[in-house]
């Protein structure tokens, strides 16, 4: 039987996929002998300490009951969950993990020159752009995964019992679907590209604020590159 497009464009996104991990699985060998860079995890902590939940006012007092518990759990432009929650359900797939002897993976996602994008057309385009590609990643993921609003500026998703190599070609697939994604905001058309980190526990961190960190590092790699592209620890 012959193959149809859908399963010619898995089989080149697989080879196209190879290449990066097989690029970061030498780089990896010798990061195992470099611990994390401190700046990136201080820069982690300081992210979690100054941590606000700040939903609109008018919207809080519109609210009642449940949709106050979910207000404090959202972002409210891209509707993924917020940095409060990303850090709190990071801890407790660690923890579910520890004890059932399981992996946990985080990618962290940036939009390639978006302060760039900012200045030409205006914080209402940026906020655009990152509520579309909130759109898609959350497209993308399995049910059981956890999209979030990491930063103001990045996502990050939180694959409960994968390891990197498992949700590499989903990761892989968020990139794809980005760099294709038309963007039509003021009458402007755009398109964006990405850049991806991904590391999990155990193999690459045995601490949540570390394993950010190491995806963050691997992030600034694939930027470092020229964007658009997945880079695996």
Same mark, same amino acid.
């Given at each position: ?19 990066? $991990? ?5 780089? /990896? ?23 606000? $939940? ?40 660690? #923890?579910?993990?520890?004890?059932? /002897? ?28 990152? #509520?579309?590609? @909130? ?18 500026? #990045? ?29 039509? /905001? ?7 590209? @990405?850049?991806?980190?991904? @590391?999990?526990?155990?193999? /690459? ?29």
């Amino acid at each position: 039987m012959g193959r149809n497009q859908d399963d010619y464009a898995l089989l080149n996104m697989e080879t196209m996929l190879g290449k990066v $991990v097989l690029e970061m699985r030498g780089r /990896h060998q010798s990061a195992q002998r470099t611990p994390v860079s401190e700046e990136l995890l201080t820069n982690v902590r300081n992210i979690e300490q100054g941590i606000t $939940v700040q939903p609109g006012m008018a919207t809080l007092r519109a609210a009642q009951g449940e949709e106050i518990e979910r207000l404090s759990l959202i972002d409210q432009l891209t509707e993924l969950y917020n940095t409060k929650t990303f850090f709190k359900e990071l801890k407790d797939e660690i #923890k579910r993990a520890v004890r059932y /002897h399981r992996a946990v993976s985080l990618c962290v996602i940036s939009i390639d020159g978006l302060g760039e994008l900012v200045q030409q057309y205006g914080a209402l385009t940026g906020d655009a752009v990152l #509520k579309i590609a @909130a759109n898609v990643v959350r497209a993308t993921i399995a049910e059981k995964d956890i999209p979030s609003r990491y930063t103001h500026d #990045k996502f990050a998703v939180i694959f409960p019992e994968m390891t990197a190599a498992q949700v590499a070609l989903t990761v892989e697939r968020i990139r794809q679907r980005i760099g294709i994604q038309a963007i039509s /905001h003021n009458w402007q058309n755009l398109k964006v590209t @990405a850049s991806i980190g991904l @590391a999990s526990y155990p193999a /690459h961190a045995q601490e949540y604020d570390t394993l950010i960190a190491s995806a963050e590092e691997v992030l600034s790699l694939a930027v470092e590159r020229g964007g658009d592209r997945v880079c695996m620890v």
